[in-house]
């Protein structure tokens, strides 16, 4: 008996070191989502700025690089915490090699914003190329947040974690409409440029309301509450009006330069309201992970506590360990010549107690891992489309909205789920032929 307590009481410590370790990523993910905030913010700038040929938003594009370069130094400085590497040389994280591999793909990807920089500094690249570098560095950043969604195994963090991925996905999203917006009507685009720019917009606007549905499927009552509010407050009618405009472009209609500056206003006033509901939720993670923790360590129904009331013991300052041994070996707590005193070493009632925190440990960890499972099914389910986009794209030439646009037309049609649509492509990819 001595030995089943002792790794039951090494189960609850191990339960508690993995909530710690998730913690510290959750506090990652805080300081990553206001680094991508401030990226997008600027990679919006750089657009006006290339688009009118350096004419305007020069003073504000500075002012977005600096203020870029205080948010991703809050992240070095996080990841060099000694806390932070011991995690990592002691590779004492569950899931914390893939994890680890996202924060140094993320890096790499940041140690080449100085020379996008420069390159937009001197005006040698389009607004097009210098979104999609930028997209690059966000993209990885947010792989990140995905893939501390996939490893954390406790259901309420996880649940945040998926909530919160797909906020800052459905808000990248808008980000991206900003910047191809602003540089369309700071160029006056039309024709062929309008035609592509429209197809761009629809499939930005269809993508992100799928993240905001994704979104509030998992996020708190609380929050979704604050969102729906944030929603009422976004400037919506000004933001159509100004796409039914670009959605024009596409069919020969001017757009006008002068309208760049109010389309970035509008939609910048959209994303300061989004980013309101992910520093809350961003919050909401910290505090979810810090009760669990506490809840761990004082519970009521705490070993040490349960079972000497159940016993009958008087209370000690001793701690548990004086129970099962601190390094986990078995230390009894009886009296000498107790034991042929009855034939269960702990006493009945102290034995019924232990079965009794076993099977409700046991239950809790079920019920965990039922909804733990259930929120890993909406992270495969991204999976399986990103790898279908990926079979499309590579044998059918298409670009990655394209591939989007035709796995989700396909599901309408024929009236399946989009993830059981990309099961089917996936499936098929050998026998697709490839593009020449």
């Known amino acids: 008996m001595d030995s089943m307590l002792a790794f039951l009481v090494a189960a609850r410590r191990c339960e508690i070191h ?9 506090e990652l993910v805080h300081a990553v989502s206001e680094l991508v905030h401030r990226l997008q913010a600027e990679r919006g700038a750089s657009n006006l700025y290339l688009a009118s040929a350096g004419a305007s938003f020069g003073a504000d594009r500075a002012a977005r690089v600096e203020s870029t370069a205080a948010a991703e130094a809050a992240v070095r400085a996080w990841l060099a915490q ?12 569950p899931g914390g090699a893939r994890l680890f591999t996202r924060v140094a793909l993320a890096l790499h990807a940041l ?9 937009i500094a001197a005006r040698r690249c389009g607004p097009a190329e210098a979104t999609l570098q930028f997209s690059r560095v966000i993209a990885a950043l947010l792989a990140l947040v995905f893939e501390a969604a996939d490893v954390a195994a406790e259901p ?46 629809l499939h930005l606007i269809e993508a992100q309301e799928a993240c905001f549905e994704r979104f509030e499927a998992f996020c708190p009552p609380v929050v979704r509450a604050s969102w729906e509010q944030a929603r009422v407050r976004m400037p919506m009618a000004e933001l159509e009006r100004l796409r039914r405009k670009l959605i024009a472009a596409g069919q020969g209609a001017a757009l006008e330069p002068a309208l760049a500056e109010p389309w970035f206003a509008c939609c ?9 509901t992910e520093a ?23 070993l040490q506590s349960l079972l000497q009331a159940l016993a009958g013991l008087p209370e000690s300052p001793a701690p548990l360990g004086a129970l099962v041994g601190e390094a986990g070996g078995a230390v009894s707590n009886r009296p000498a010549g107790d034991e042929a005193a ?15 925190v076993l099977q409700a440990q046991s239950l809790r960890l079920q019920a965990m891992s039922d909804e733990l499972a259930a929120v890993r099914a909406t ?58």
């Open 156 to 201: 309420a963090v996880s649940r945040l974690l998926v909530a919160l991925f797909n906020l800052m996905q459905g808000k990248e999203l808008a980000g991206q409409e900003r910047a191809s917006g602003a540089a369309a009507f700071a160029a006056g685009g039309t024709g062929s440029a309008g035609a592509r720019g429209e197809q761009t917009l």
């Open 379 to 436: 992270l495969d389910e991204r999976k399986l489309v990103e790898r279908a986009k990926g079979v499309l794209m590579r044998h059918q030439g298409l670009a990655e909205d394209e591939a989007y646009r035709l796995l989700r037309q396909t599901a309408m049609n024929q009236g399946r789920r989009l993830v059981d649509v990309a099961q089917a492509v996936l499936a098929m990819a050998e026998l697709l032929p490839r593009r020449a």
């Open 342 to 356: 009855g034939s269960e070493p702990l006493g009945p009632r102290l034995t019924r107690s232990i079965v009794d």
């Open 111 to 119: 140690g080449g914003l100085p020379g996008l920089r420069e390159t």
């Open 82 to 93: 000694p806390e932070v590497c011991q995690t990592a040389s002691a590779q004492a994280m």
């Open 280 to 302: 809350a939720l961003a919050d909401s993670l910290r505090a979810a992970c810090a009760q669990r923790i506490a809840a761990l360590r004082a519970d009521p129904d705490d």
């Open 268 to 276: 910048s006033q959209r994303l300061e309201i989004m980013r309101e």
């Open 18 to 26: 993995d909530l710690e370790q998730l913690a510290r990523s959750c």
